[in-house]
């Protein structure tokens, strides 16, 4: 069946360093691709999503990056910040599958 | 916003439990994920204007209902100790996966 898969499950920078999670997805009539936050004991929440018709989607320190030949998307966090440690879950939404989710520590 | 309640509870295996979502003002679709410790959403099944629109790999046990007033129930029965997780509902103005999820904080299920 459609799956998504998400590496690195967990993932350590330094303050100011770049985070880079990777996706890959196996239904090829997924075209809508978001990216949710989730901090401890709080609800999942949209932080940047991309459509196929875009290779990539620039907002302030996050952009996503789309291959839909490859059939992988990216998220990439530059600049990061203690506030930016969470999980992050990706999903390739047209079977609303979610990633297993990276939890990003950002060290000060 | 979104609004689920309870926040949390705690049953007996065997036990039946219903769990209620309130959406956000204004969209048709509801979605239910299951969410176990350390894990990503699990699609439970999603609803749109009151119909089933799209199931994931979960028994009949789950089951679930959508009323005019955007609020939305999800029942399971004969609840098992590995029903124990996170439950969230999601809405979204549009059907099936192409728009953003609103989450509502969940519901915390314990069972025993």
């Known amino acids: 069946g459609e799956n998504v898969e998400q590496h690195p499950s967990t993932l350590s920078v330094q303050e100011g360093d770049s985070a880079v999670i990777k996706c890959t997805y196996s239904?090829?009539?997924?075209?809508?691709f978001p990216w949710y936050k989730q901090e401890l004991g709080k609800r999942p929440q949209l932080i940047i999503d991309?459509?196929?018709?875009?290779g990539e989607k620039k907002d302030q320190r996050i952009a996503v990056t789309l291959n839909k030949t490859a059939k992988h998307f990216s998220l990439h966090i530059t600049e990061t910040q203690p506030e930016d440690s969470a999980v992050y879950f990706c999903?390739?939404?047209?079977?609303?599958?979610f990633g297993t989710g990276t939890r990003l520590q950002v060290f000060p | 916003g979104v609004t689920q309640s309870p926040t949390h509870l705690i049953k007996t295996r065997g036990q039946q439990v219903t769990l209620r979502c309130s959406s956000q003002s204004g969209h048709n679709t509801v979605s239910w994920y299951q969410q176990a410790l350390g894990q990503g959403p699990q699609f439970i099944f999603q609803y749109y204007r009151e119909e089933e629109n799209g199931r994931g790999n979960f028994p009949p046990r789950f089951s679930g209902l959508q009323f005019p007033n955007d609020s939305s129930e999800l029942n399971v029965n004969a609840l098992e100790l590995d029903d124990s997780a996170l439950y969230l509902c999601?809405?979204?103005?549009?059907?099936?996966?192409?728009?953003?999820?609103?989450f509502g904080p969940g519901t915390r299920l314990t069972v025993l």
């Open positions: 991309i459509r196929s018709n875009v």
């Open positions: 999601a809405s979204s103005p549009t059907a099936g996966g192409q728009d953003t999820q609103y």
């Open positions: 999903a390739a939404t047209d079977k609303l599958i």
């Open positions: 239904d090829s009539a997924s075209n809508y």
